[in-house]
T-cell receptor, first 111, second 112 residues
Framework: GAGVSQSPSNKVTEKGKDVELRCDPI?????LYWYRQSLGQGLEFLIY????????KSGLPSDRFSAERTGGSVSTLTIQRTQQEDSAVYLC?????????FGDGTRLSIL | RKEVEQDPGPFNVPEGATVAFNCTYSNSASQSFFWYRQDCRKEPKLLMS???SGNEDGRFTAQLNRASQYISLLIRDSKLSDSATYLC?????????????FGRGTQLTVWP
């Protein structure tokens, strides 16, 4: 597609459940990033992929968070045993050289 | 100290006003700089890159001062549609090349 595509756009789930968020980057973009943004807050970096490898995982808040990328394209962010503080908008971005292009995000709500 | 610091505002200005936003960054190894714009409940979108020589795009002018580790954005002749949050963004080089560091944003409201 023309832009970064994320799914689902909204996800409501119960505390303790696992969730999987998907990001489909712009075709040909080698770098892929995950961020999250809580209401009224700035963007919080989570993880960065160059191709299929993740040179920087330093932003993952706990071991309940993991991400993978296969085929140098689609990435999934998995949150296990969700907690209420995980509620946020999860944004994915991709880039080739220079600026990043963001998807619309997944709005995650943990009840 | 945060990687990127911005005055959160809010800035409330009338249409036609000139408004300036400032930003400082802490890592002298930073090598690329950007301003992004984020509308309420929307994703961030690139507004413009910032170059050492300064650059202009229509009503928007960006400046970079590497010695002071300072970035600015000037908006002339403000429009209602300029109302948004403006994010100062810095990319480091070296092993963290590609990772962007976002400021918390400066909120701008332009009123009629």
């Amino acid at each position: 597609g023309a832009g970064v595509s994320q799914s689902p756009s909204n996800k409501v789930t119960e505390k303790g459940k696992d969730v999987e968020l998907r990001c489909d980057p712009i075709s040909g973009h080698t770098a892929l990033y995950w961020y999250r943004q809580s209401l009224g807050q700035g963007l919080e970096f989570l993880i960065y992929f160059q191709g299929n490898s993740a040179p920087d995982k330093s932003g993952l808040p706990s071991d309940r968070f993991s991400a993978e990328r296969t085929g140098g394209s689609v990435s999934t962010l998995t949150i296990q045993r969700t907690q209420q503080e995980d509620s946020a908008v999860y944004l994915c971005a991709s880039s080739s050289h220079g600026a990043q292009h963001f998807g619309d995000g997944t709005r995650l709500s943990i009840l | 100290r945060k990687e990127v610091e911005q005055d959160p505002g809010p800035f409330n200005v009338p249409e036609g006003a000139t408004v300036a936003f400032n930003c400082t960054y802490s890592n002298s190894a930073s090598q690329s700089f950007f301003w992004y714009r984020q509308d309420c409940r929307k994703e961030p979108k690139l507004l413009m890159s910032v170059y050492s020589s300064g650059n202009e795009d229509g009503r928007f002018t960006a400046q970079l001062n590497r010695a002071s580790q300072y970035i600015s954005l000037l908006i002339r002749d403000s429009k209602l549609s300029d109302s948004a949050t403006y994010l100062c963004v810095v990319e480091r080089g070296g092993s963290t090349l590609g990772r962007l560091y976002f400021g918390r944003g400066t909120q701008l409201t332009v009123w009629p």
